[in-house]
């Protein structure tokens, strides 16, 4: 029942840069929730929108949702080697997370 | 501090060598549930459960059994363990209230050979 697909499946950026995924989804959602794993790590929330928001920012993420697309972008700002991990969107309609596979991305100094 | 915490971190056991992997929470979530990650496929659900006595099949339970005797806990059960169940197993908990945030443990690697 994997719901979540991120856009594009790795990005390699330059610090400095933004960097901006996308994450379709299939079905009516509650809310859309972005995470980070670092390597072989576990998942770390980011920030979360509900199906009635259409934007949000926390800090250098910006996150919008288009739900009548049934889609959603993460944008990191001014983007620095730390961020380098893998982020991924995931989903609650009626029952809890429906995770994507993720975007990896890579900030090379 | 809110945590979740699984062990083992690292098992490297044989083929049909029944194994426990256990996954403790103590945040009083009412949700937890067990993935596994593997390349290219993200993160699928094996198990999840609602509450105490409450478990439910994820996408991917073959060969896996859960028990949720008592609320914090939520051990993952490999009665007979395969090679295609060396994969990396993460655990996790959330509330049911408004926001489903989930608090994830640190991983375990388990290799079956």
């Known amino acids: 029942s994997q719901q979540g697909e991120e856009d594009p499946q790795a990005l390699s950026i330059q610090e400095g840069e933004n960097a901006t995924m996308n994450c379709s989804y299939k079905t009516s959602i509650n809310n859309l929730q972005w995470y980070r794993q670092n390597s072989g790590r576990g998942l770390v929330h980011l920030i979360l929108?509900?199906?009635?928001?259409r934007e949000k920012h926390s800090g250098r993420l910006r996150v919008t949702l288009d739900t009548s697309k049934k889609s959603s972008s993460l944008l990191i700002t001014a983007s620095r080697a730390a961020d380098t991990a893998s982020y991924f969107c995931a989903t609650t309609g009626n029952t809890p997370l429906v995770f994507g596979k993720g975007t990896r991305l890579s900030v090379i100094a | 501090e809110a945590q979740v915490t699984q062990n083992p971190r690292y098992l490297i056991t044989v083929t049909g060598k029944k194994l426990t992997v256990t996954c403790s929470q103590n945040?009083?979530?009412?949700?937890m549930s067990w993935y596994r990650q593997d390349p290219g496929l993200g993160l699928r659900q094996i198990y999840y459960?609602?509450?105490?006595?409450?478990?439910d099949k994820g996408d991917v339970p073959e060969g896996y059994k859960v028990s949720r005797k008592e609320k914090r806990n939520f051990p993952l059960i490999l009665e007979s363990p395969s090679p295609n169940q060396t994969s990396l197993y993460f655990c996790?908990?959330?509330?049911?209230?408004?926001?489903?945030?989930?608090?994830f443990g640190e991983g375990s690697w388990l290799t079956v050979v």
């Open positions: 459960s609602m509450n105490v006595e409450v478990t």
């Open positions: 929108i509900r199906s009635n928001e």
């Open positions: 945040m009083n979530h009412e949700y």
């Open positions: 996790a908990s959330s509330s049911l209230s408004s926001g489903n945030t989930i608090y």
